[in-house]
């Protein structure tokens, strides 16, 4: 696999918020910009008036150095610090 890094933008805030039970399996948790969480639901199509709860929310530099478990691989990976390339414009942040 070419890209399995999790790169952080430091200045960004970020939260971990529910997945619905209409998206993944309803228990995975996400790791998403928290400026993004408002698109996420729209693109996760959720009924009208539900929304993601969010758990948590963390500044992108606390991020930096901690460790996640691959999703699809029996692998863990820390998580880096990226440029202000990684913005609330698209993606995840």
């Known amino acids: 696999p070419a890209n399995l890094a999790v790169a952080v933008n430091p200045e960004l805030e970020y939260c971990i918020v529910d997945s619905h039970p209409s998206v993944l399996d309803g228990k995975s948790k996400l790791l998403v910009a928290k400026g993004l969480v408002e698109t996420l639901e ?6 009208e008036g539900e929304k993601l709860n969010v758990i948590a929310s963390f500044d992108g ?3 930096v150095g901690t460790t996640y ?8 990976s820390e998580v880096i610090a990226g440029g202000d390339y990684i913005t609330t414009e698209s993606g995840t942040g």
């Open 42 to 47: 729209s693109k996760f199509e959720l009924p």
């Open 61 to 63: 530099d606390s991020l």
């Open 69 to 76: 478990q691959h999703p699809l691989y029996d692998r863990k």
